[in-house]
Antibody, heavy 122, light 107 residues
Framework: QVELVESGGGVVQPGRSLRLSCEAS????????MNWVRQAPGKGLEWVTF????????YYAASVKGRFNVSRDNSKSMMYLRMNSLTSEDTAVYYC???????????????WGRGTLVSVSS | DIQMTQSPSVLSASVGDRVTITCRAS??????LAWYQQKPGSAPKLLIY???SLAGGVPPRFSGSGSGTEFTLTISSLQPDDFATFYC?????????FGQGTKVEVK
């Protein structure tokens, strides 16, 4: 079925790096913009980053700009999130979420993965 | 950034109740608003998009309304499966932002 599956989470020390992956299946991945959304334990949802369907446009939340980098490999139906200089404030469940089709930038998240937990702790 | 403010933060209700949640935007977002339902340990699920359009597979007891800065999510008759946390989300302007959430709990 149509789904997104995240991986790569775990426990990491402050200041270190981690790369998350999101694998898409059963839809035409290169037709859709994609996002990462995170949720700290017991807190609400926070949009993190957007990448356009062709990978040419990227936007970031101020809280991660300059530290996180989003990328995608359409040949593998994969999206990635490289997270550098991690702090305890980055501890959260990270969800990948599908955005709009290629012509639509203003779009909601109609498909979510189950999330992967990132815990930043010494 | 556009601030999204939901009210109430917690809502106590019984099965069969009509429930209304409000979301206010700090500036106009036209109808670029979505609502999600999230249960503990699960990913959010899309309920409503473009302020009032029902997502596929969502029961018609859920409805959304509003435009500009004031929006509402209404559950016409609360069912046992509806106890959860609900979030509004504006996708008018980056950075996209969410409301803080409204937890609907058993009265």
């Amino acid at each position: 079925q149509v789904e997104l599956v995240e991986s790569g989470g775990g426990v990491v020390q402050p200041g270190r790096s981690l790369r998350l992956s999101c694998e898409a299946s059963t839809f035409t991945f290169n037709n859709y913009h994609m996002n990462w959304v995170r949720q700290a334990p017991g807190k609400g949802l926070e949009w993190v980053t957007f990448i356009s369907n062709d990978g040419n446009n990227k936007y970031y939340a101020a809280s991660v700009k300059g530290r996180f980098n989003v990328s995608r490999d359409n040949s593998k139906s994969m999206m990635y999130l490289r997270m550098n200089s991690l702090t305890s404030e980055d501890t959260a469940v990270y969800y990948c979420a599908r955005g709009g089709p290629r012509a639509e930038l203003n779009w909601y998240f109609d498909l979510w993965g189950r999330g992967t937990l990132v815990s930043v702790s010494s | 950034d556009i601030q999204m403010t939901q009210s109430p933060s917690v809502l106590s209700a019984s099965v069969g109740d009509r429930v209304t949640i409000t979301c206010r935007a700090s500036q106009s977002i036209s109808t670029w608003l979505a609502w999600y339902q999230q249960k503990p340990g699960s990913a959010p699920k899309l309920l409503i998009y473009k302020a009032s359009s029902l997502a596929g597979g969502v029961p018609p007891r859920f409805s959304g309304s509003g435009s500009g800065t004031e929006f509402t999510l209404t559950i016409s008759s609360l069912q046992p499966d509806d106890f959860a946390t609900f979030y509004c989300h504006q996708y008018n302007t980056y950075p996209w932002t969410f409301g803080q959430g409204t937890k609907v709990e058993v009265k």
